[in-house]
């Protein structure tokens, strides 16, 4: 079996694959957003291929294409107004090609010192554009949830020395993780992950303003007195994925520093208004967390899953995953390095950095300022458009989030159900419906560098035209 196939096949299979990719990238607007969720269709089609023996490169392309082209949601569409899962920048996508061809390991120093060069340097970066000082370190995650996991098991280390060593084992009372009711549920994965178990997640209830209420969390602080529990950290969030609030950040910074708590700030999504002069200061105080996690592949536009740990504190992901082998490379033993293997969850590492990195090659830091403030700017459009037809907006936030409904039909829960599938269906726009306090609305955030005012206006059309539908019944 030839697995390199000779040079004149590769360039065969290069061509046409690039044919395909290039097609979908430059006519993505032409597709239907979604697809028909037809499952015995999309089995049959892939039950139907020979895995025993194979087939050409030519037709397994065609196959996994066209089949994507079809089942798939298409997140890179301008009119997908979903969640937070932008289209992914060209620099992203040959960062993810470059990768994959060189495949350098990051486990080992000495393995990859560029690459892990590269994500140090980004690291340092992204610290820096966050407000910590040098002393800060970081990680790359596969995701948010993978960064939010590290905090988690960061915080445990850092307030129970043994941790690493005695386990839940040996802790004298139950740790609590304090979160807003509208923090992601990576937060209770998480929890379940490190053995904690998500009954030790104590929700606290929102403000009007939809922010986690500070004088509840003070108040559960205070009940854990002489209790057998024992708060381990409180995770700020900055940009809810439902409605794109910020937390009341500074003051959950000083609740944590007066009670000696880890303070961690899920930014997974609003982390990216710290590359915007206009943005930025949405985010003060997220300089005073322990920790942060930011999600490159969404505001960033590069391809899933790039993702980041931040910490304020120098030595605790050492402290968390430090242990040592006889089989892992010894050649930068004598060097002033970190083993990316003593430093992460990960063992075997990609090499994620490399998407970031190249994006920043090719169109800067001011690049991604001029993208982030556009997609601002088409998050206002759409408030105020909607509001000059008639919606009203539930959500109240600078990011380009926007939950909205009519105030006629604000209790008929029928009403987003029937008009949301009604829009999924026509194929021409993506969007949800999310609850605010028990009341449905429709939800709609600009996640796409190419969406613009004109998206926009079609978007408004036909949620108009829905409305009269649904008012003719």
Not at 25 to 51: A, C, G, H, Q, V
Not at 239 to 258: F, Q, R, V
Not at 407 to 419: G, L, M, P, R, S
């Amino acid at each position: 079996m030839q697995f390199d196939f000779d040079n004149k096949q590769r360039k065969e299979i290069l061509e046409t694959t690039f044919e395909k990719l290039e097609n979908f990238y430059s006519k993505t607007k032409d597709f239907k957003t979604n697809p028909d969720l037809n499952i015995k269709e999309i089995r049959e089609s892939i039950y139907s291929k020979e895995l025993v023996n194979g087939i050409s490169p030519e037709k397994a392309i065609e196959h996994v294409t066209k089949e994507l082209e079809t089942f798939s949601v298409h997140t890179p569409h301008p009119k997908y107004f979903g969640l937070f899962n932008p289209r992914s920048n060209y620099a992203g996508i040959i960062a993810d090609l470059i990768t994959a061809t060189y495949n350098p390991q990051l486990a080992a120093w000495s393995h990859a010192p560029f690459a892990v060069e590269v994500e140090e340097l980004l690291i340092r970066e992204f610290a820096n554009k966050f407000g910590y000082d040098k002393n800060s370190d970081g990680v790359f995650t596969t995701g948010g949830a993978e960064a939010n996991l590290t905090a988690i098991l960061c915080a445990l280390n850092h307030k129970y020395p043994n941790f690493a060593k005695d386990g839940m084992f040996g802790l004298n009372k139950k740790p609590i993780i304090f979160c807003s009711e509208e923090a992601h549920h990576s937060i209770q994965k998480a929890a379940k992950v490190v053995g904690l178990g998500y009954n030790l997640v104590k929700s606290i209830p929102i403000t009007d303003e939809l922010k986690l209420d500070t004088n509840i969390l003070q108040e559960e602080l205070k009940n854990l007195d002489n209790s057998e529990y024992s708060p381990l950290m409180v995770i700020g969030t900055a940009g809810t994925t439902g409605t794109g609030t910020i937390d009341a950040l500074n003051k959950l910074s000083s609740i944590c520093k007066k009670n000696n708590i880890w303070f961690h700030v899920d930014a997974a999504y609003g982390g990216g208004a710290i590359l915007s002069q206009d943005l930025k200061q949405q985010l003060s105080g997220i300089e005073k967390s322990d920790s942060i996690t930011f999600d490159a592949h969404k505001w960033m536009s590069v391809p899933m899953g790039t993702s980041i740990f931040l910490t304020s504190k120098s030595e605790i992901l050492g402290k968390t995953f430090r242990i040592t082998t006889e089989y892992m490379p010894k050649e930068a033993d004598m060097l002033t390095v970190t083993e990316p293997f003593t430093h992460s969850i990960q063992w075997s590492r990609r090499f994620i950095g490399l998407k970031v990195y190249l994006s920043l090659l090719f169109y800067g830091w001011k690049g991604y300022e001029e993208t982030i403030n556009h997609q601002a700017e088409m998050g206002k459009y759409l408030k105020n458009q909607l509001k000059k037809n008639g919606w009203i907006i539930k959500n109240n936030t600078d990011l380009p989030v926007i939950c909205f409904t009519k105030e006629e039909f604000e209790t008929d829960f029928n009403f987003t159900k029937e008009v949301l599938n009604n829009i999924l269906s026509n194929g021409k726009s993506w969007l949800s419906v999310y609850p605010i306090k028990g009341t449905p609305t429709f939800r709609a955030c600009i996640t796409n560098y190419n969406t613009t005012e004109k998206d926009i206006d079609e978007l408004i059309d036909e949620l108009n035209n829905e409305v009269k539908s649904y008012a003719r019944q």
